[in-house]
């Protein structure tokens, strides 16, 4: 169940291939952050979704869903996956790069009991929101809240919207 998705020490995962919903997005750009092609990419990916597949290829997984994607802040969540052990050894035979870990993703998310009912996967936020909350009630909350700007990002924006020229 998804209930084996613990959450790990920052330090343990720190080295982990850290890998967000919009890489395999297939509704977004390029220059947005995706990196594989559009007949590939997948509609809405989840981070659930894309743990739950890279459990099944048997890497382990950690998911870090209050964190957000640089190019898109509200974008929430990622899912960091370990490639090799402490020991530099492979943990996959079948998969050695990231890209390939991310056409692999793109290959089986379709399969999944909730893409054979959601086929686009719109509408899986609040089914998210649940699978997150039986996970850490605290994680679900952070994921939710939306961001407040501080007061000085307020002023920068209040200037940048003032007319120019006369008063």
Not at 115 to 136: T, W
Request: some cysteine.
């Amino acid at each position: 169940n998804m209930n084996k998705f613990e959450r790990m020490e920052e330090n343990q995962v720190k080295h982990w291939q850290v890998i967000y919903p919009a890489y395999i997005n297939k509704k977004i750009s390029i220059s947005a952050g995706r990196r594989v092609g559009k007949s590939v990419g997948i509609s809405n990916p989840t981070i659930l979704e894309i743990a739950q597949v890279c459990k099944f290829l048997e890497l382990e997984v950690c998911i870090e869903p209050h964190k957000g994607y640089p190019k898109d802040p509200f974008c929430r969540g990622r899912v960091r996956v370990l490639f090799k052990d402490d020991d530099g050894q492979m943990k996959s035979n079948t998969i050695l790069t990231k890209h390939a870990l991310l056409l692999r993703i793109c290959e089986l998310i379709p399969k999944l009991k909730t893409r054979a009912e959601n086929p686009e996967g719109i509408n899986q936020v609040e089914e998210e929101e649940k699978v997150l909350k039986s996970i850490d009630p605290s994680v679900a909350a952070a994921a939710t809240e939306p961001v407040q700007t501080s007061k000085a990002a307020q002023k920068v924006n209040k200037k940048k919207n003032k007319k120019k020229g006369k008063k």
